[in-house]
């Protein structure tokens, strides 16, 4: 690749806007002089922040003023028709409007949705987008979606999004043929809801590399790639996840800071944990894939730090390096004429 | 309470069978000389296993000798229809017939939900029976229900979960007013799907003491006594917190046995590691309620050990003694009555 790629950034979202948005594009740009990063919200913060930061006269970064923000609890509806200018709308038109190939925002995730969606449009083929994560296991990691985009899905929507995420593992991960397994209560045939086992028989056609139903356990500890699912079950799923690693956590600080002798143990330990907590931190699997659209949208936690924040825009880097809407888009016509001429 | 206590345990049941159950209904023993455990299942071979415990005139243990086995694989409708002498449908039979206050199987769910649903019908004014257990959570534990006794379980139905969970932590934790949340994809009312939103409507009448939608996270972090969802989503969330907690464990392992210096490290921080696994030792949990039967019957994990199986014969007694299916009918009584004067 030597044509160089501009991501746009919604400088203004998140719980933080400024303050990680700003350091974490100079981390990035630390390491990739051939990217450029398209800051978008209220210019005056923005070039105030970079005098700030030293970064006033970088090559790698450009500011497209906004004059609106959309709040974190603000609605969707609401966003769309009053926050015309709002810095995450701005962001998106820009992906739009080619001035850049993606954009980043850590704002809220229905405003962000339902704009990305009626600015970009969806890829000929797909109803509905779904965003889709990469999550720490046992074997590397996993990709999962839908992770609340949608809250009820058909049967052709869940095969629609085993076919998006099967492409992004496969552009990210260079996979051949992921290995796609599509969520249930239980690995028997007769097991599970109506939808999920019409979405099993198309599944079962042959386009992907389908390998049946998995559990809840298989995201964390089995070799499957992708794991499809609908927004409601995906949402639940991820909350409870972080949940039950939260609660861990809590349990190990405690019992390490019990007592005198505790503590001593910690100080033994406490390098050990950390490599372990570097292997499943959250800040790593920043940066969630709005799939599905005519333009590559990530979504960033709304409460990252820094480190976080940049690790999303490197998701986005990667996912216009590997063309991933262009993949989507194609192999979506391959599978969409077979099934016409069968 | 004076009254003698009989638990009907299914010897047969489990991925140990014999081996797990005598054991544990021997450590149970040891403690309850007030309780008498009916053991259901092949009597030639419990007595050559009671045998070899020395417990062969024990007089807390009763045999009654079934001559079949509901297999772990098996279908419901199968186990139902051809196994009517099974140790699984006997251990509920004395349930049935008041020969036993309460079951406990490790028995296959489908079988065994299907059987005493079948075998002991429902209470009044319950439609479906549920499951629920408790879990761990930062604040002590969380009542969790429906875990997969229903795949698609309609606004009403959850309304009766919610109940009958509140009714459960009630009794076993002594609270006065239990405080219920619905798991849903975000605490705002406009969220969530049809059912769930219809749902908080009828839980909001004041009959419960309902706090509102619950996310994924609160399960395990939050001060919510009893979580409802529907058995699909409750038993995918159950399964992916069983998935994170193994892979957690899983790293932590890997990184402790590193090398010289982090097995060195290992030796002062495993008693306290030791300490942190034990309160969320899923032994320590084992033993779910099927609520909404007229009778009590508990599901222990299949491949739970002696500890664990011990443990869901605990849960037992406690239903018993804190007669819960009985609690159960009258709080219902109570609140249809209520809606009819309404």
Not at 130 to 155: E, F, R, V
Not at 307 to 327: D, G, K, S, T
Request: net charge neutral; proline share 3%; charged share 25%.
């Amino acid at each position: 690749m030597t044509e160089k790629i501009t991501i746009s950034l919604d400088v203004m979202g998140g719980d933080h806007g400024v303050d990680v948005v700003l350091p974490a594009a100079k981390r990035v740009l630390e390491k990739r002089n051939d990217v450029t990063l398209l800051l978008v919200g209220d210019q005056d913060i923005i070039k105030h922040a970079l005098d700030g930061l030293g970064l006033a006269e970088h090559p790698g970064l450009q500011i497209q003023h906004a004059s609106q923000r959309v709040e974190m609890d603000e609605l969707a509806s609401r966003a769309l028709r009053f926050k015309k200018d709002s810095s995450m709308r701005v962001a998106i038109n820009m992906v739009k409007e080619g001035r850049a190939q993606a954009c980043v925002s850590a704002g809220n995730t229905g405003a962000l949705m339902a704009t990305a969606r009626y600015v970009l449009k969806t890829l000929p083929g797909i109803d509905r987008p779904a965003i889709c994560t990469s999550l720490p296991s046992m074997m590397g990691h996993t990709w999962m979606l839908d992770l609340g985009a949608n809250i009820d899905s058909s049967a052709e929507q869940l095969f629609q999004f085993a076919l998006m995420g099967s492409v992004l593992a496969s552009a990210l991960d260079h996979k051949e043929a992921p290995r796609v397994g599509l969520l249930n209560v239980g690995e028997e045939e007769m097991k599970g809801n109506e939808v999920v086992k019409e979405a099993a028989g198309l599944l079962s056609s042959g386009a992907l590399n389908y390998i049946g139903f998995v559990e809840g356990t298989d995201v964390y500890c089995s070799d499957v790639d992708v794991v499809v699912c609908d927004g409601f079950v995906g949402n639940i799923s991820l909350k409870t996840s972080e949940g039950v690693a939260k609660m861990i956590s809590h349990f190990i600080k405690k019992e390490f800071t019990r007592n005198i002798l505790t503590r001593m143990a910690a100080l033994f330990a406490l390098p050990v944990l950390k490599a372990f907590r570097r292997q499943i931190d959250p800040r790593r699997y920043n940066g969630a894939s709005l799939l599905g659209l005519r333009g590559s949208v990530i979504k960033s936690h709304g409460g990252a730090d820094v480190l976080a924040f940049a690790n999303a825009i490197n998701v986005a880097i990667e996912v216009v390096e590997q063309n991933v809407p262009e993949r989507i888009k194609s192999r979506l016509k391959i599978i969409l004429s077979e099934r016409q001429a069968s």
